[in-house]
C-alpha cells in the first residue's frame, strides 16, 4: 500500500487531500483496544495487557503517538520520560502495521512525536532492541542520522541474568543530543 496524505499532528494548516488521510496524533483511551490489536499483529513485540495500554494511551499519551487512516489504526509508538531524567524520552514499543512497513511511517511517527511543543525539552531519546530486530535497528539508526544525533548502544537486559532464558538480551540505544529544532522525517 501507499501512505495516504499525510497531515503532520502539528500542523493544523495541511489541507486534507482527497481520499484517505493519514492522520498523526495523541492517543485517547477509547484507541486502547485497536492498540491492543495492533501490537499482537506486530511480532516480535511483547503483548501487553490492554489495561496497560489504556495507562499508556491515559498516563503517558502526551508521550506517545499514533497513526491512522480511514478509522484504521497503522502506527503506534508508546513512550515516556525517565523518572530519573525527565529530559530522555524513553520509546517503549513501535509498532507499524504489516501492511505500512518500509513507507516511512516508523520515522515519521518519531519525528511528530518528537516535534511536540511539550516535548521541546527532550534532548535524549533512549530505546531497547533485541540484537536479531534489524528492523528496529534500521529504524532508530535512521532516525538518528536525520536529527544529526550520535546513536550509542550497551548490552542492557540479559538473557539469563534478567529473562530467565525465556527472551532474547535487550540492548539499551541512546540517541542524543538532539537538536532543539527537530527535523522533520
Ligand atoms: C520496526 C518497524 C516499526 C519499522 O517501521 P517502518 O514504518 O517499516 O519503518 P520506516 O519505513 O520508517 O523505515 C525506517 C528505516 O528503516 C529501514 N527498515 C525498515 N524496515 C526494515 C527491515 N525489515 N530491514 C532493514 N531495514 C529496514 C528503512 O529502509 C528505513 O531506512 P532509511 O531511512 O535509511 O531508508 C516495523 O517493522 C514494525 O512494526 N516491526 C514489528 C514491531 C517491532 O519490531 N518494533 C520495533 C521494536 S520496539
Not at 530505546?127 to 535497528?137: H, K, R, Y
Request: glycine share 8%; charged share 20%; hydrophobic share 40%.
Amino acid at each position: 500500500m501507499a501512505l495516504p496524505g499525510h497531515q503532520p499532528e502539528n500542523d493544523a494548516t495541511t489541507p486534507s487531500r482527497p481520499g484517505p488521510a493519514l492522520r498523526l496524533r495523541q492517543p485517547l483511551t477509547e484507541d486502547g483496544a485497536a492498540i491492543h490489536r495492533l501490537i499482537a499483529a506486530c511480532p516480535p513485540l511483547d503483548t501487553n495487557s490492554l489495561y496497560c495500554n489504556l495507562l499508556q494511551a491515559s498516563h503517558f499519551a502526551d508521550c506517545s503517538i499514533l497513526a491512522e487512516a480511514d478509522g484504521r489504526l497503522l502506527g503506534w509508538i508508546s513512550g515516556y520520560r525517565l523518572p530519573a531524567d525527565p529530559t530522555t524520552l524513553f520509546v517503549w514499543q513501535v509498532a507499524v502495521h504489516p501492511d505500512a512497513r518500509g513507507l516511512g511511517l516508523g520515522r515519521r511517527l518519531l519525528s511528530d512525536l518528537l516535534a511536540r511543543p511539550g516535548l521541546a525539552d527532550i534532548k535524549t531519546m533512549a530505546t531497547t532492541i533485541t540484537p536479531s530486530n534489524e528492523a528496529s535497528w534500521a529504524l532508530f539508526r535512521s532516525f538518528a542520522k536525520s536529527q544529526g544525533a550520535a546513536f550509542r548502544h550497551d548490552a542492557h537486559f540479559e538473557r539469563d541474568r534478567h529473562f530467565d532464558g525465556a527472551h532474547e538480551a535487550e540492548h539499551m540505544v541512546t540517541i542524543g543530543p538532539l537538536p532543539s529544532v527537530r527535523a522533520a522525517a
